[in-house]
């Protein structure tokens, strides 16, 4: 595999962009098959392009923003399970009290991916997983230099989703 990128910065450096394009080839992808897993014969490809935006908003506030387009297929053609397309993020940080406190506000969207679904026989079927989104939240302040309070609310907003076709996430 390889890549390839560029980062530029700009506004006195408070605010940066980067940008990578992706490359990768596998020789025999292991993938599930049943009740162990096997390896597909021949060289499965995946490509894409990452993006990046960080800004300084101020010197207590700052934002970062994230989008990956990821082109995965075995190598028969099919595309790859549990490769989302479509994945970004942003997140918010804000410190205080001269960074001895922090909130942190992320919110992280997964577009709809493929995995396998087996029956009784363990005979495999592509099922696709909806696209989610996740809402988390948390806070921390440094009562001394060892003692440190934190809280943490992850998917504020109770998203029910699959990351692995009937296998539950938290909530």
Same mark, same amino acid.
């Given at each position: 595999?390889?890549?390839?990128?560029?980062?530029?910065?700009?506004?006195?450096?408070?605010?940066?962009?980067?940008?990578?394009?992706?490359?990768?080839?596998?020789?025999?992808?292991?993938?599930?098959?049943?009740?162990?897993?096997?390896?597909?014969?021949?060289?499965?490809?995946?490509?894409?392009?990452?993006?990046?935006?960080?800004?300084?908003?101020?010197?207590?506030?700052?934002?970062?923003?994230?989008?990956?387009?990821?082109?995965?297929?075995?190598?028969?053609?099919?595309?790859?399970?549990?490769?989302?397309?479509?994945? /970004? &993020?942003? *997140?918010?940080?804000?410190?205080?009290? =001269?960074?001895?406190?922090?909130? @942190? +506000?992320?919110?992280? !969207?997964?577009?709809?991916?493929?995995?396998?679904?087996?029956? /009784? &026989?363990? *005979?495999?079927?592509?099922?696709?997983? =909806?696209?989610?989104?996740?809402? @988390? +939240?948390?806070?921390? !302040?440094?009562?001394?230099?060892?003692?440190?309070?934190?809280?943490? &609310?992850? *998917?504020?907003?109770?998203?029910?989703?699959?990351?692995?076709?009937?296998?539950?996430?938290?909530?």
């Amino acid at each position: 595999g390889w890549d390839i990128g560029f980062e530029q910065y700009l506004w006195e450096d408070r605010i940066s962009l980067d940008t990578t394009y992706f490359s990768n080839r596998v020789n025999d992808l292991i993938v599930g098959s049943g009740t162990t897993a096997i390896n597909l014969n021949g060289e499965s490809p995946s490509q894409g392009v990452e993006l990046a935006l960080n800004v300084e908003v101020t010197d207590a506030l700052d934002l970062t923003a994230s989008y990956t387009f990821t082109n995965a297929e075995t190598s028969d053609g099919t595309e790859q399970v549990r490769r989302a397309r479509h994945v /970004a &993020g942003i *997140n918010l940080n804000y410190g205080f009290h =001269d960074d001895r406190g922090n909130i @942190n +506000l992320g919110i992280d !969207y997964n577009g709809n991916q493929k995995d396998f679904e087996f029956d /009784a &026989g363990f *005979n495999r079927t592509i099922v696709t997983l =909806d696209a989610f989104t996740l809402v @988390n +939240l948390q806070a921390s !302040y440094d009562v001394t230099e060892n003692i440190q309070l934190f809280a943490r &609310g992850e *998917n504020l907003l109770n998203e029910q989703y699959e990351e692995v076709f009937t296998f539950g996430t938290p909530r």
